[in-house]
């Protein structure tokens, strides 16, 4: 028997086992362990802290392989670990991209020896993330993929989608989508209205997104197997999802923190570092949001980290990448924004980055039960202070929020039983 450790006098939340209660949380031998059992164990007191399930982000571009310069395996989970997650799910949009057992193969691999977290890595639902045909479902889960989906783009045509539904039911893999109408976005390098053009730049129209969540509903009825909409971002959306889901289709979705705290204005102060895709939308929007997650409708919130230089960030509007980076900022800017701003109850925000991923991934991941991998976060949550980007771990630093005024964050990150952070207590 290894050594044991008791982290003595936090409140513990688990949404996945219902738990909400101040007790003694112990771990050893990297997994959790009933306190009672832990004898001789090291006591850590972490009373005044919130110890919840290690987070999860269902939604990180890793940029290794072929991106290295603006992120790679060891930055991002550094990041991660930094930012309270445990767990990351890898976009597909490498370079080569995640179209074949080879390259899902080397993440993994490469994963295990030199990232801070566990990451789970999708495979692309076409070739070359094209769109014209599927790639091998069942190859791709041998070689370790958990999830499929195209993100960065979307497959245009319904009959392909279809049979992707069909082919990932028949191996059991779960669907995840990037929902954009490349005909309808025309190009469009923000959203389309007042702003864009008061700017003179080309919009993105509601349709765009709004017409593919509608037809991944009827296709998700007719396959019979679920679809997850990644990073949705209209109020068009969100109705959408919550008429699918009452009509018994098994449609989830999942919200970025810059949909929740920003809209369309912060392009005119922020430039590129408000440029993403789907892009931020109007204030009517972010308020159906915040409404989405608070009934339920939406069970995630994934970061969409996407890192990019400031060189590539700095070619205008027009022509520089889309994406902002978001580990290390979501737990400060959501506990301020939901939680002190009174949109979610703090354990129905901790299902947001524990149940809800868990729900979509169908794996153990975000719970602490006796036996469960002993992943966890510590939380400060009245910690109040100002984000710093430059303190992030992240190789990129593109995103709006440096200086902004923050109450609550992680202290603390527990990987596998050992700490990846040390806690702050
Ligand atoms: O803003 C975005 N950035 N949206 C995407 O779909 C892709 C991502 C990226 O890879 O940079
Ligand atoms: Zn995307």
Redesign the pocket.
Known sequence: MGHATILRGGRLIDPVNGIDEIRDVAFRDGVMAPPESAGGAEILDVSGLVIAPGFVDLHV?LRDPGQTHKEDMGTCTLAAVHGGFTTVLG?P?TRPPADCPEVVADILERAVAQAHCQVLQTGALSVGRWGKELTDYAALKAAGATVLTD??SCIQDAALMLQALQRAKACGLPVIE?CEDDAVCAGGVMHHGTVSERLGLPGQRYATEDLIVARDAVLSAEADWPIHVQHISTAGAVEMVRRAQARGIRMTAEAAPHHILLTDEAVEKYGTNAK??PPLREETDRLAILEGLRDGTITAIAT?H?P?TAEEKAAGMETA???IIGLEAVVPLCLTALVHGGVLTLPQFISTLTRGPREVLGLPVGSLETGAVADLVLLDVDHEHELCVADFHSRSLNCPYDGWSCRGRAVGTLFHGCWAVSPRV
Do not use: E, I, L, T
């Open positions: 571009h976009m949009n993100d960065g990037h993403m895709n969409d996407a990019h990448p889309a994406g």
